[in-house]
């Protein structure tokens, strides 16, 4: 069982088409194979509808996708402007690779890099508060993942950096991160899809304590 509700397409490959920043996107998706990281999950498309809005500045910016999946968060935030650096475990690489390749226009490769990246570990191969954005749709649902989670997005955020996370808010455990999450950043809700049931949730680092 998977704590992710399964999509209808879940007998192994098939193609999920969207339109996003003026391009048709096609998405491969392989549940058999890859299963929660081979799919596009609404969080992702409720992602991009928010980016689309222009609601944060993305031309120019530095930012990072966490457990990118299929990609498409970073896929339509490169098409955007924004130079990404898309991420995820070493096993969905090579998937995730294949669709950035496949749905970036030439001029805008040079702006993207697929690297992987296990949360908690190997964080020195990124820049300290190297990025002016980190953007995670549908990656909190694993209860044991919180921590290093939470590592990561502290090593990744300077003081000025947006975090931008969609979620479905499917049990007490993803509220339980939101919580965890409020000890070191400002966490607001900006954006709720009634639709799909999808809340976006900005958070910015709250400024060091300093004990007088």
């Known amino acids: 069982t998977t704590p992710l509700e399964r999509p209808s397409e879940k007998h192994g490959f098939s ?8 391009q048709d996107l096609r998405l491969a998706q392989d549940w058999r194979k890859l299963g929660v990281a081979a799919v596009v999950w609404d969080a992702a498309v409720v992602m991009c509808m928010y980016l689309e809005l ?36 070493e096993a969905a690489l090579e ?19 697929v690297l992987e990246l296990t949360w908690g570990q190997g964080l020195e191969r990124f820049p300290v508060g190297g990025f002016d954005l980190v953007l995670g749709a549908d990656i909190i649902y694993l209860e044991e993942t919180f921590p290093a989670l939470l590592l990561t997005l ?19 455990r993803d509220t339980n991160f939101l919580s965890m999450l409020q000890h070191q950043f400002a966490v607001e809700e900006v954006h709720y899809d009634k639709d799909r049931d999808i809340h976006v949730y900005k958070a910015c680092r709250l400024p060091m304590r300093r004990d007088l």
Do not use: W
């Open 54 to 89: 222009g609601a944060v500045e993305l031309k120019g910016m530095k930012a990072i996708e966490l457990g990118a999946g299929t990609g498409l968060v970073g896929i339509v935030a490169a098409l955007l402007g924004a130079h990404v650096t898309i991420t995820d475990r």
């Open 95 to 113: 998937f995730l690779s294949a669709n950035v390749n496949a749905n970036l226009p030439p001029q805008s490769r040079n702006s993207v890099a």
């Open 15 to 22: 193609l999920a088409e969207f339109r996003f920043a003026n």
């Open 154 to 172: 502290e090593h990744l955020c300077s003081d000025s950096t947006v975090v931008l996370l969609a979620c479905k808010i499917r049990y007490e």
